[in-house]
C-alpha cells in the first residue's frame, strides 16, 4: 500500500484501490494500515502531499494558489488550515522564511520488516558480490547542524534513544551543502553525555539561520573524504550491502591514492542507503607529503 501510494500520489487514490493491491477487504486494509504507520490511509496522503508542497514552497517560485491545486485541495483556504495545522506557519510565510520544518518521510513497513528478519539471523557476505567504487571529495569549511543521541554507536540506538523525528527536520533545511547523513563524530566533538552517532546536516560557514529546538550548530574546517560507493541492491538485500561496503572499507588502504586515514579530521559520513543508487560512505583523510605519480 505504501508503495502504491508512492507511485500514484499525483493521482487519486482511493481507500479500494488500496485494499485491492494489498488482497485485503477495505475495513482490514484501512486497520492494518493505521496499525502499521500510525495513520489512516487518507491522513497518510495528505501528510505526503503537504510535504511535497512544503518542499515546492521552499524551492520554487510557484504562487500558494498553484501549490495547493498540485496538492490536490480544492480551495486555498483548505490548503492553508491543513498546512499551518502540520507546520505551524501559514505557506505564504513558509515561502517567504523556509526556517527548518518537520517533514513527513514515514518509513517503509516492508523495509523495517525485512530488516529485523535479517538481524534474526546471520548473514554470509561472501555470498553477496558487489563492486566498491572510490572516488575523493573535499568539504570546505563549515557548519554542522546536528541532533546529539545519549550513547549510540549506530543508527539503531541512536533511533531507540531520540526517536526518528530528527530526520525529517535537518532535510526540510534550505541551505544545506549536502544530503543530510548520519554521522560518527570523532572524539574531540563529542560532548560530555551524548552520543558517537549523530544524525546531522552540513551548512554554509556564515549560516546564521534558525537552529531547531534540541539541535546543536558547531563548526567543522576543510576536510578531504574518500568516498566509498557499494553497487545499487535489491530491497532484501538491504543488510547485506552495509555490511559488505564495511567489510571493504575496513581493508582498503589510502596510502597508493596518496591519503592516510585522518579520523580526528572530521565526522565519518553516510548517506541513507536506497537500493538505486547503493551504500555511500565518507571518510576523513589527509594527503602523505608526496603523492605517487599519476
Known sequence: MQQYIAEHLHQNITLAQLAHVAGYSNWHAAKVFRELTGNSPAQYIRLLRLTGAALKLRDGEDRVLEVALQSHFETHEGFTRAFCRTFGMPPATYSRTAP??????????????????????????????????????????????????????????????????????????????????GMWLPDHLIEPGTSRYVQAVELPADYAGPVPEGFSLIDLPACDYLVFRGEPFLDDEFCEAVQVLWAYIERFDPAPMGYQWAPAAGPRIQLSPTGERGCIEALPVRALDSRPAV
Open 100 to 181: 527548518p520544518v518537520k517533514l513527513f518521510m514515514p518509513d517503509s513497513v516492508y523495509h523495517a520488516f525485512r530488516m529485523l528478519k535479517r538481524s534474526e539471523n546471520s548473514m554470509d557476505t561472501k555470498q553477496f558480490p558487489s563492486a566498491v567504487f572510490v572516488s575523493t571529495s573535499t568539504h570546505p569549511a563549515r557548519k554542522l547542524m546536528l541532533y546529539r543521541g545519549k550513547q549510540a554507536e549506530d543508527y539503531m540506538t541512536y533511533c531507540q534513544e531520540v526517536g526518528c523525528d530528527m530526520w525529517p527536520v535537518l532535510c526540510s533545511v534550505k541551505e544545506a551543502l549536502y544530503e543530510p547523513a
